[in-house]
């Protein structure tokens, strides 16, 4: 059983690890998000269990958690992720066969290319085409899906439908949190 933190936590990995491409959740991938992922973890782990300090190999997991949000851009990443998700929800399509989905961050717009089963050559010949060009551009995000529906879609990948809302709302306690412990710190003689 998971608490609602933990389960926002794993959830925005899953999301995450979509969307990069990467199997995060089986700690396999860029270092850079599991390293931030770890972090959040720890510090999400203060949230629970009322811990005011956690060490992980002599690194404060907050500040190490803040240098990492800013380096991979976590808010805006997420956000994105979160458009891409609002927007397949809402999707009224019910045929469609291959969804990619361009998320370019810069811009702050989803792409989505729908394909019906019977172009699986064409939807894979796109695909290998975006991802090749976008390949070295780390402010596009580029993922291919199948599913005859959306219904169907939200089976297969229940996590894209599983947005990181809540993982960032926990991310905004942490922050007041620590900037809370900071404070008390100052005024102490």
Same mark, same amino acid.
């Given at each position: 059983?998971?608490?609602?933190?933990?389960?926002?936590?794993?959830?925005?990995?899953?999301?995450?690890?979509?969307?990069?491409?990467?199997?995060?959740?089986?700690?396999?991938?860029? @270092?850079?998000? *599991? %390293?931030?992922?770890?972090?959040? !973890? +720890?510090?999400?782990?203060?949230? &629970?269990?009322? $811990?005011?300090?956690?060490?992980?190999?002599?690194?404060?997991?907050?500040?190490?958690?803040?240098?990492? @949000?800013?380096? *991979? %851009?976590?808010?805006?990443?997420? !956000? +994105?992720?979160?458009?891409?998700? &609002?927007?397949? $929800?809402?999707?009224?399509?019910?045929?469609?066969?291959?969804?990619?989905?361009?998320?370019?961050?810069?811009?702050?717009?989803?792409?989505?290319?729908?394909?019906?089963?019977?172009?699986?050559?064409?939807?894979?010949?796109?695909y290998d085409k975006e991802e090749e060009q976008y390949r070295n551009d780390e402010t596009k995000d580029l993922v291919m899906?199948?599913?005859?529906?959306?219904?169907?879609?939200?089976k297969a990948y229940p996590n894209y439908f599983s947005d990181t809302v809540e993982f960032s709302k926990n991310i905004e306690?942490?922050?007041?949190?620590?900037?809370?412990?900071?404070?008390?710190?100052?005024?102490?003689?």
């Amino acid at each position: 059983m998971r608490s609602k933190i933990q389960h926002s936590w794993a959830t925005a990995v899953e999301v995450v690890g979509t969307f990069t491409k990467q199997a995060l959740k089986a700690s396999k991938g860029d @270092s850079d998000w *599991l %390293d931030y992922f770890r972090f959040a !973890s +720890a510090e999400f782990s203060k949230l &629970e269990e009322g $811990t005011p300090e956690f060490k992980i190999k002599g690194a404060d997991s907050y500040e190490k958690l803040v240098e990492y @949000s800013q380096k *991979l %851009d976590v808010p805006q990443r997420l !956000s +994105a992720f979160n458009v891409a998700v &609002e927007m397949l $929800t809402n999707d009224k399509e019910v045929a469609a066969g291959y969804y990619i989905l361009l998320l370019d961050l810069k811009r702050r717009i989803i792409s989505i290319s729908r394909h019906s089963r019977g172009e699986l050559s064409e939807a894979t010949n796109q695909y290998d085409k975006e991802e090749e060009q976008y390949r070295n551009d780390e402010t596009k995000d580029l993922v291919m899906v199948s599913a005859s529906s959306i219904k169907d879609l939200k089976k297969a990948y229940p996590n894209y439908f599983s947005d990181t809302v809540e993982f960032s709302k926990n991310i905004e306690k942490v922050h007041s949190a620590n900037k809370a412990i900071q404070k008390v710190a100052q005024t102490r003689p």
